[in-house]
């Protein structure tokens, strides 16, 4: 589930819901409402994060469900 409760698929896309510190190579900062298209969503992702995803500027990473809402 998303930060509002909705039901995430695979193929969904999502907007960030809050700013998100990059840490690793390049660093830099993912921006409240950037989009994410075509989520994944993993069972064995680092810590809690339970979606794979590329976003945008960033390239291939994982997320939480928790800082994502869905689109539509």
């Not at 907007?15 to 921006?31: H, N, P, R, Y």
């Amino acid at each position: 589930r998303d930060a509002v409760g909705n039901v995430l698929a695979d193929d969904d896309t999502v907007t960030v819901v809050k700013d998100l510190k990059v840490s690793g190579a390049g660093g830099g900062v993912i921006k409240v409402g950037t989009k994410v298209r075509g989520i994944r969503l993993i069972s064995d992702g680092v810590g809690d994060h339970d979606i794979d995803a590329t976003v945008p500027g960033f390239g291939r990473m994982q997320l939480k469900s928790s800082v994502v809402k869905k689109v539509g």
